[in-house]
């Protein structure tokens, strides 16, 4: 099989696979933003309590624009939320604005892997840059030039070490979110179940993403030594 065709088909098959993931993920918070807290608190309220309970008082919580755009921002320290999230006063909301403020948690609490996955951000920039001009102009001399197929396995190898470094730090801000719902009786039973389950369904969408890196890796390798025969 060809280089291009091999890398296409497997962009191909991982991008289905993500689709599908987050066309679930986006059903999922669908029906879960319905659900009203039984306690009524918003997701600004719920990331604000969330950071207080935990000593942090540098942070802010603000508000941005876009569906599913939440995230937190180490350099700014800033927990952004989506304007639903914010406003929401749902179990899908709470789920949302526990996880991002568990990744300021972490921050504060040096949590090593998010540590270590900030200092590879510039170096995967890179390689993220790099890659898809190797594969788009580069897919013929990359099978017969070893030198360039070694700097698309570095590439790739940095950025599959991102994206396997990122399964840990989401998935412990979302445990970390999930406790402190729990134990802070922010959410009821059936709440916190909803909650489970969307945190659930995002990480799911890093763990395509991560499949899709190493399987990438896995063949640029397999490749460089059948060429090498």
Not at 83 to 90: A, E, T
Not at 135 to 156: D, H, K, N, T, Y
Request: hydrophobic share 50%; with cysteine.
């Amino acid at each position: 099989m060809g280089l291009n065709i091999g890398m296409w088909i497997i962009g191909i098959v991982f991008a289905g696979i993500g689709w599908l993931v987050q066309s679930q993920l986006k059903k999922k918070f669908a029906h879960y933003s319905k659900t009203q807290l039984l306690k009524g608190l918003s997701g600004r309220e719920i990331a604000e309590k969330m950071l207080r309970d935990n000593g942090i008082l540098d942070v802010k919580v603000v508000s941005v624009n876009g569906q599913l755009t939440d995230h937190y921002n180490p350099l700014t320290k800033t927990v952004n939320l989506s304007n639903d999230v914010y406003h929401g006063r749902s179990t899908a909301s709470a789920a949302v604005a526990a996880h991002e403020c568990g990744h300021a948690v972490q921050h504060a609490t040096s949590y090593a892997m998010l540590g270590l996955r900030s200092k590879i951000v510039p170096v995967v920039n890179i390689a993220s840059t790099v890659m898809p001009w190797l594969l788009m102009f580069g897919v013929m001399l990359l099978s017969r030039v070893p030198g360039l197929l070694l700097i698309a396995i570095l590439a790739q190898a940095i950025i599959t070490a991102f994206t396997l470094i990122t399964l840990p730090v989401e998935f412990d801000a979302s445990r970390r979110a999930l406790v402190w719902l729990e134990g802070n009786g922010v959410t009821i039973e059936q709440e916190h179940e909803e909650a489970k389950d969307a945190l659930k369904w995002a990480a799911l969408t890093y763990v395509v993403s991560a499949l899709a890196a190493v399987t990438q890796l896995i063949f640029l390798i397999m490749r460089y030594s059948n060429n090498r025969r």
